[in-house]
C-alpha cells in the first residue's frame, strides 16, 4: 500500500512532513551525488598567479595568463580521490598559454606538462591514484 494515495488529504500534516522528508532526501541524494563525482558545488576559481599550486578543492579553475606563461601544479594524484574530476579554462585572449605540470614528477597523460593556448579552451582531467588523465 502506497504511503500516498488519492484518499489522503493534500493539506494534512503528514503530507507536508513527507513532503519536508522528500526534499530533504533529494538534497542529501545531491550532496552524495557530488562527493562522488568530485564536483561540490564550489565556485570557479580565477587565476592569475604566474605559478600556482593547484589544491585538491580548486575543481574548476578559470585561468588568466595575460602577464605572461602561467604554470600550475596540479596535486599529487596519489594524494586524490580515485576518479576526482578538475577542470582548467583558459580566459584570456592573450597569446601566453597556461602550462599544467604534475606534482613532483607526477604525469598526465603520460607526460610532464600539457599546454593550454588557445582562449576558452578546457582541459579536464581525473586521477587515477597514480596518474591523472586527460578526459
Known sequence: MALLDETTPTDSAFVKVYAAMIREIKAKCNELEGLITGSLNYEAKIVSDLVYVVSEFDYFILGDATLGQALYILPDPADLRIGIEFK?????????????????GSLIDNQAEIEIALPNEV???????TKLWTV
Do not use: F, Q, T
Open 88 to 104: 582548467v579554462k583558459k580566459l584570456d585572449e592573450g597569446p601566453n598559454a597556461i602550462i599544467l605540470r604534475g606534482y613532483n
Open 123 to 129: 582541459v579536464r582531467y581525473v586521477s587515477d591514484g
